[in-house]
Nanobody, 129 residues
């Protein structure tokens, strides 16, 4: 099973930027679909962004399109989520997730939690208005 470790969380001011990293225990190209989700206290975990195994396709929640960028560096076994403000007012934990099954991604499959087999422990991001 691939292990995932997120890092890069912290405080971000309004309009600021932050880059999250997700280190994988295996080469990132073996991860069929890599996703980023976030969860605020008392709320459901929601999809943020995803990238397919070769980086050719990326997917974003409407709320972050144009401001967030998902990428991968196979040489470093690392996934990234570059975020430009406004990021999120309040505190949320960002998780990266790995979907290992080589199956077609259709419609909005990339948003579905059950498309992902492994999850990291998360990194906390606090945004200030």
């Amino acid at each position: 099973q691939v292990q995932l470790v997120e890092s890069g969380g912290g405080l971000v001011q309004a309009g600021g930027s932050l880059r999250l990293s997700c280190g994988a225990s295996e080469r990132t190209f073996v991860i069929w679909l890599a996703g980023w989700f976030r969860q605020a206290p008392g709320k459901e975990r929601e999809f943020v962004a995803a990238i397919n195994w070769n980086g050719a396709s990326t997917y974003y929640a409407d709320s972050v399109k144009g401001r967030f960028t998902s990428s991968s560096d196979n040489a470093k076994n690392t996934l990234y989520l570059q975020m430009r403000g406004p990021i999120y007012e309040g505190t949320a934990v960002y998780y990266c997730a790995a979907g290992m099954r080589e199956e077609p991604i259709t419609g909005t499959d990339y948003c579905a939690h059950d498309k992902y087999d492994q999850w990291g422990q998360g990194t906390q991001v606090t945004g200030h208005a």
